[in-house]
T-cell receptor, first 115, second 113 residues
Framework: AQSVTQLDSQVPVFEEAPVELRCNYS??????LFWYVQYPNQGLQLLLK??????LVKGINGFEAEFNKSQTSFHLRKPSVHISDTAEYFC?????????????FGTGTQLKVEL | EAQVTQNPRYLITVTGKKLTVTCSQN?????MSWYRQDPGLGLRQIYY???????DKGDVPEGYKVSRKEKRNFPLILESPSPNQTSLYFC????????????FGDGTRLSIL
């Protein structure tokens, strides 16, 4: 069964500093990987996804993530954060198998950007 | 505009009083799913539906029912709610298979007293 680990429950960072949110996954088969963002009182929005091909994936709002198969990781990065990036970020994995290609989420990382 | 609409957005109710949370989408997506979000646990899938009249259990289905009589609607039913079902609930839809992203509603916050 697939699983996702987000080791950091909270990440405080100053505005304009770089940030990395860590995500590791476990699966016995090939996977699709996603990062979603949740702003207060809203649903989740897709930031970016990795399906195949280039391991560096660029998303919206200046975010990017790198797929590392050997380390089973999919860390999210942004070189310079803004106050408006304050939100909760979820890493998710979908296996290429039956069962509706279930999406399994990590427990989330709260990014707090401070002045 | 592509939308997933949940109602109600907020509900406070009492143990044992049946309730339904509606979910409607205008994207003609075949796949729909319900999740609950709890602090420290992320999102966990309750039920999903691959198409009309096709539903299946997710990871935490106990105490919930769903139906999919038409493509656009996927209501979540709590026949006899209990306090441990107090949570934030999300409906999501998806076009095609698991390589496609899911589109989420704005959530329904349920409090069961």
């Amino acid at each position: 069964a697939q699983s996702v680990t987000q080791l950091d429950s909270q990440v405080p960072v100053f505005e304009e500093a770089p940030v990395e949110l860590r995500c590791n996954y476990s699966s016995s088969v090939s996977v699709y990987l996603f990062w979603y963002v949740q702003y207060p009182n809203q649903g989740l929005q897709l930031l970016l996804k990795y399906l195949s091909g280039s391991t560096l994936v660029k998303g919206i709002n200046g975010f990017e993530a790198e797929f590392n198969k050997s380390q089973t990781s999919f860390h999210l990065r942004k070189p310079s954060v803004h106050i408006s990036d304050t939100a909760e970020y979820f890493c998710a994995v979908s296996e290429l198998t039956g069962g509706g290609n279930k999406l399994t989420f990590g427990t989330g990382t709260q990014l707090k950007v401070e002045l | 505009e592509a939308q997933v609409t949940q109602n109600p957005r907020y509900l406070i109710t009492v143990t044992g009083k049946k309730l339904t949370v509606t979910c409607s989408q205008n994207m003609n997506h075949e796949y729909m799913s319900w999740y609950r979000q709890d602090p420290g646990l992320g999102l966990r899938q309750i039920y999903y539906s691959m198409n009309v009249e096709v539903t299946d259990k997710g990871d935490v289905p106990e105490g919930y029912k769903v139906s999919r009589k038409e493509k656009r609607n996927f209501p979540l039913i709590l026949e006899s709610p209990s306090p441990n079902q107090t949570s934030l609930y999300f409906c999501a839809t998806r076009q095609g298979q698991g390589n496609q992203p899911q589109h989420f509603g704005d959530g329904t916050r349920l409090s069961i007293l």
